[in-house]
């Protein structure tokens, strides 16, 4: 089934999945966490796809968080199943084997922000707002922000924005590496393509062990971790790709990786 949460297309080897409930602000709901979740697992072994961007519809979010309206009328067994199935569709996009990109069009707030802080890389337009403002709601991130943020910008300034509650802008997001660059609002998707389409010219199957190392050696001491990137570089060695890399190099033309 087509999903209706969701607009799919796709641009070379870069997939966009576009949330498409502006008159929701793209806010996440049951039907929109499944249809993410199918089309994550779709991707996984498509060869076709070796980036993955993320953005909203509309310019007022990229995505307000859950869909509190949706919440308020769950019974409790049905708030803890859906809460279930976010960490489980976050924790799948985080350790996708594909590049994910998160294009922020618009505000980032609560889960908003912990599904932009799942993908790999953020980019962000220049008047956009991002938080984790749950304590608001006496609640806390239940989605990975309280993990996640404080392994990309540091458990103090981590702390500060969880407890503060208080959203900041792009501007300080950037100083502080939750985001890496920002954009005028009209370029971003483009530039964002742009950039997911210069990685995907990379060898997938690099890409993948390169991603792996680095999210799994930051769980890990430095001794596991260099560990963990020798195993990864062992996968390169056997490919195809290797060899074709080579062979591009030295016979001085681009290369034409096929993820083998």
């Given at each position: 089934?087509?999903?209706?949460?969701?607009?799919?297309?796709q641009?070379?080897y870069?997939?966009h999945i576009?949330?498409?409930?502006?008159?929701?602000?793209?806010?996440l709901?049951?039907t929109l966490?499944r249809?993410l979740h199918?089309?994550?697992?779709d991707?996984?072994?498509d060869r076709e796809t070796?980036?993955i961007?993320l953005?909203?519809?509309g310019?007022?979010a990229?995505?307000?968080g859950?869909?509190l309206?949706?919440r308020a009328e769950m019974?409790?067994d049905?708030v803890d199943?859906f809460?279930s199935?976010l960490?489980?569709?976050f924790?799948l996009?985080?350790?996708h084997?594909?590049?994910?990109?998160?294009?922020l069009?618009?505000?980032a707030l609560g889960?908003?922000?912990?599904?932009a802080?799942s993908?790999d890389?953020?980019?962000?337009?220049?008047?956009v707002?991002l938080?984790l403002?749950e304590t608001r709601?006496?609640?806390i991130?239940?989605?990975?922000g309280?993990?996640?943020?404080?392994?990309?910008?540091?458990?103090a300034?981590?702390?500060?924005?969880?407890?503060?509650?208080?959203?900041?802008?792009?501007?300080e997001a950037?100083t502080?590496?939750?985001?890496?660059d920002?954009f005028?609002?009209e370029?971003?998707i483009?530039?964002?393509l742009e950039i997911g389409t210069?990685i995907?010219?990379n060898?997938?199957?690099?890409?993948?062990?390169a991603?792996?190392a680095?999210?799994q050696g930051?769980?890990?001491?430095?001794?596991?971790?260099?560990?963990?990137?020798?195993?990864c570089?062992?996968g390169?060695?056997?490919t195809e790709?290797?060899?074709e890399g080579?062979?591009a190099?030295?016979?001085?033309?681009?290369?034409a990786?096929?993820?083998?």
């Open positions: 089934m087509s999903p209706t949460d969701l607009a799919i297309t641009h070379g870069v997939r576009k949330l498409n409930r502006p008159d929701r602000m793209n806010a709901g049951r966490i249809e199918n089309a994550l697992e991707c996984r072994f070796r980036v961007l953005s909203g519809a310019q007022r990229f995505c307000a859950a869909d309206k949706e019974a409790q049905e199943a809460v199935e960490r489980t569709t924790h996009l985080f350790n084997p594909k590049i994910t990109v998160a294009a069009n618009g505000a889960g908003g922000l912990e599904l802080l993908c890389l953020r980019y962000a337009h220049n008047d707002r938080g403002t709601l006496a609640i991130p239940g989605a990975g309280t993990q996640l943020l404080p392994r990309v910008i540091g458990p300034k981590a702390k500060e924005m969880i407890f503060r509650a208080q959203p900041i802008n792009a501007a950037q502080l590496g939750l985001v890496n920002v005028p609002a370029e971003l483009t530039r964002c210069q995907s010219q060898g997938p199957i690099a890409l993948m062990q991603k792996k680095v999210n930051l769980q890990c001491s430095l001794d596991q971790g260099l560990h963990i990137e020798q195993l570089y062992a390169v060695i056997p790709d290797r060899l080579l062979a190099f030295k016979e001085k033309r681009k290369p990786y096929q993820g083998r």
